[in-house]
């Protein structure tokens, strides 16, 4: 078994690409072996379009090879924004040959990319689906947050036997489309002093460089009491950025912002990234700002991207979100959309020597 870089192509279909296009593949039975479903299976085009825009965040893959054939990966994902500290790393390894040592080697060559990068704090997480949650009796838990990750479990065990510590556990819930006319009439409110602005694929320019001062907000503003979190900064050309990507994708932004009258100012926003085709849509950033939390501006965005997503994609029915499960006042408005338990995600970090 060796472990060699693997060069990102310029375009597919060539004898240049087929490394990288058999990785997808083995990344995508990873993910079915997971889930027991294909909703996080993606396209090779889909996969090269994360990697064509890198002014903001570097990629850096390494595979490892036996007999010829593609067996595991590690991907180290920097953000390049000033004095950023931490690297994300990936690690993933065809499932029928865990436990023995192919992970660890990869994690390895991770740290030693995370040194040369001088970044002094590794990220990585773990998911766990919730039928694989089921009868545990034993957890690994975070310094805030009622849930726990089953101790069992072979990544919460392999993290804990590398040095990792569990910073913060996410909750992924799901919610069925369409609402029932009861619900959506139970959600439904007046604003008094705001106005609800929706587009899908691009922002408005009038709203760009407003929209990009709250998404730098995002890494600042959610609760990560026990993981370092990079502050991120956005402009307008960052943003479009993104939105570029996104529709490289197939699953283009439908965002809708509450935007301060008096002000001018977007106090909240949230985004779903909207498939062409499947049937299942992924919440992105939801977020109020904290000058004018209290206004139920958080039920009311997302009520109205809901409502957006229903004229504009109807073939979606399912949405998935993610939140910070100390995150009380967000998890509970999703409860009041529907949105029932998918799955439990860790964040997990070690320091580097």
């Known amino acids: 078994m060796r472990v060699t870089r693997l ?34 299976v993606e396209t090779a085009e889909q996969a090269l379009a994360a990697y064509r825009e890198q002014d903001y965040v570097e990629r850096i893959v ?4 036996e007999e010829g054939a593609i067996v595991g990966r590690v991907e180290a994902i920097f953000p ?3 004095d950023s500290e931490t690297v994300s790393l990936l690690v993933d390894v065809v499932p029928a040959l865990r436990g023995r040592g ?18 002094r704090i590794i990220s990585t997480y773990t998911e766990h689906p919730v039928r694989t949650l089921e009868g545990a009796d034993r957890f690994v838990r975070a ?18 036997r590398h040095g990792f510590q569990l910073g913060q556990i996410e909750r992924s819930s799901e919610l069925h489309l369409p609402l ?51 502050p991120e900064d956005w402009d307008g050309e960052r943003v479009r950025s993104q939105e570029r990507t996104l529709v490289a994708r197939g699953e283009p932004l439908l965002v809708t912002a509450a935007v301060h009258v008096a ?10 990234a909207v498939p062409a085709d499947g049937t299942k849509a992924e919440q992105y950033d939801t977020l109020v700002a904290r000058a004018h939390r209290g206004h139920r501006l958080g039920t009311a965005v997302k009520l109205r991207n809901i409502q957006e997503l229903g004229r504009r994609a109807p073939h979606i029915r399912r949405i998935l979100t993610w939140n910070a499960d100390e995150n009380d006042p967000m998890l509970a408005i999703n409860r009041a959309f529907g949105f029932r338990p998918h799955a439990l995600t860790g964040h997990w970090q070690k320091t580097l020597g």
């Open 180 to 230: 029932p006319p009861e619900r959506e009439a139970g959600l439904t409110m007046t604003l008094n002093g705001f106005r609800l602005v929706s587009w899908w694929g691009a922002a408005p320019d009038d709203l760009l460089e407003r929209f990009a001062a709250m998404k730098a907000r995002m890494s600042t503003d959610i609760p990560q009491s026990g993981i370092a979190v990079d």
């Open 263 to 272: 002000t001018g100012e977007i106090a909240a926003y949230t985004e779903l």
């Open 62 to 65: 390494f595979v490892a090879i």
């Open 143 to 160: 310094p805030a947050g009622a849930a726990g990750l089953p101790a069992t479990s072979r990544d919460v065990r392999f993290a804990l």
């Open 7 to 40: 060069e990102i192509p310029d375009e597919l279909g060539t004898s240049d690409s087929a490394a990288f296009e058999e990785l997808v593949g083995i990344l995508n039975g990873i993910v079915v072996d997971l889930w027991g479903d294909d909703d996080f």
């Open 80 to 82: 390049l924004d000033e």
């Open 102 to 119: 192919i992970g660890s080697a990869l994690l390895e060559k991770g740290e030693e990319l995370a040194a040369e990068g001088g970044r």
